[in-house]
């Protein structure tokens, strides 16, 4: 952040300076993480940690100054630490998250989009990081509440700001572009996440029609040209330049040849007539978009294909997106357990069915949540996709994950290779003493299953 003093931090967030010299120079601020806490640092206190945690690390630490609520006892912090008192010290944060955002003007990237969008962020880093100082989004950090988070770490060095743009509820995307303004904006697709709490997919069209508004005036969109919900998004409405990603002939940035290979893919991108050969270091159709839409993003920040081909063949995938791992027994987990909905695990059983080739297929596919009136429906459509990939063994975890192997059968799956289970204990018996010593497993569910744990257990 930028450098300031205690002084002025305290006015900033409209607070009252217990004790400290006013003019204390400031550098950072740690709202909340108290296991991380520095000497350097204001600490923020939070409600949603026990103050005697929190005190203890403050005792032991002795950051520079602590902020701390009206009705909270200042007793027991150490008499080198400044104390401010605030009303509100998550307000006080955005207070003084908003004051240093307003010290900066690097350039905005916003990604949004109901699957892809943290594969497409982390493509984008790839990419960028060649060229840029950034900050971007950590993991799944990535609503409303979430942002001043990296608004607070912009410093002189940053002339990007990187940000996978969530939402849990209409108007959480709206809220973030009103303030960040992105100069970029894409809409990796618009599926099923999130219509159960959003209430129907026509309100998650709503919800990434936020973006497509959000993008400031001037700027650039990019759209996924072949998804067929993308294309209920009202394009009128934006004030950016349209521009689309796919592999149809139309598309802006134009994807072709697909080839898979044994560590990854290789596709030709076509950008205003020029073509390259892109490899990721992935799997799936579903990368390539995107990557094509990092391409588009890529190409907007003025980067040439040659360092585009750079920053996505070293591209990583992010934590329980599509890992590939090996283990000790012979077997090859592919560990995409970070959360689902029925176009990402359809999209993850055809990278199994890619992986594996000759070699057993196994599916362990679990509950996906947040569906709402659409959950039976898609339950049975993934059964369904599933008997007709023809693998080897159907898996399936908790009462959601049932309907899917009763879809399986139903739909002509022998019903000797279909198996549920409610409980990660006999799930992890069954992976080790039925599934062949050869096989490639595929492991999909909602984030609470936490099916890692039955992944990390087998290797």
Not at 359 to 372: C, F, Q, S, T, Y
């Amino acid at each position: 952040m930028r450098a300031t003093t205690l002084g002025k931090a305290v006015n900033i967030m409209k607070g009252k300076l217990l004790s400290g010299k006013p003019n204390l120079p400031i550098h950072e601020i740690n709202f909340a993480r108290f296991r991380s806490l520095k000497s350097h640092q204001i600490y923020i206190c939070t409600k949603h940690s026990k103050w005697e945690k929190q005190l203890a690390a403050i005792q032991k630490v002795r950051p520079v100054a602590v902020v701390i609520p009206n009705h909270l006892s200042a007793k027991g912090i150490p008499a080198s630490v400044a104390i401010i008192r605030v009303k509100d010290p998550y307000a006080a944060y955005w207070k003084m998250a908003l004051w240093n955002w307003k010290q900066f003007h690097p350039k905005v990237i916003g990604i949004t989009g109901s699957a892809g969008k943290s594969t497409t962020t982390a493509m984008v880093a790839s990419i960028l990081r060649q060229h840029f100082r950034m900050v971007h989004t950590e993991g799944n950090l990535n609503t409303f509440s979430f942002l001043p988070n990296y608004l607070i770490r912009l410093n002189d060095q940053h002339n990007l700001l990187l940000l996978e743009i969530g939402m849990k509820s209409l108007n959480n995307i709206r809220r973030q572009c009103n303030i960040v303004k992105p100069h970029i904006g894409v809409v990796t697709n618009v599926g099923e996440a999130h219509a159960g709490s959003l209430g129907g997919l026509n309100r998650v069209v709503k919800a990434k029609q936020e973006l497509v508004e959000g993008v400031r005036s001037g700027g650039v969109l990019y759209i996924n040209a072949d998804d067929e919900r993308s294309k209920r998004l009202d394009l009128k409405r934006s004030k950016a330049k349209i521009r689309t990603f796919g592999l149809g002939d139309n598309a802006y940035i134009r994807g072709e040849n697909i080839k898979y290979t044994g560590k990854g893919i290789h596709f030709d991108v076509i950008v205003q007539s020029k073509k390259a050969n892109i490899f990721i270091p992935t799997y799936g159709k579903h990368n390539v978009y995107n990557a094509l839409a990092a391409i588009g993003i890529a190409t907007s920040m003025g980067i040439s294909l040659s360092n585009i081909q750079r920053g996505l063949a070293r591209f990583r995938t992010p934590k329980m997106r599509l890992q590939v791992l090996s283990t000790k027994t012979g077997r090859t987990l592919i560990n995409d357990a970070w959360n689902a909905n029925p176009t990402a695990m359809k999209a993850g059983l055809n990278v199994l069915k890619q992986i594996a080739y000759k070699r057993p297929k196994i599916a362990v596919l679990g509950d996906m949540l947040e569906l709402g009136s659409i959950s039976d429906k898609s339950h049975a459509s993934i059964g369904q996709y599933a008997a007709k990939l023809n693998i080897d063994q159907l898996i399936t975890v908790g009462r959601l994950g049932r309907k899917i192997a009763l879809s399986a059968i139903r739909n002509g799956m022998n019903s000797n290779k279909v198996f549920s289970y409610y409980r990660h204990a006999p799930l992890i018996a069954h992976i080790k003493n039925k599934v062949p010593s050869n096989a490639v497993v595929y492991f999909k569910a909602s984030r609470k299953l936490h099916l890692e744990k039955v992944v990390q257990s087998l290797r």
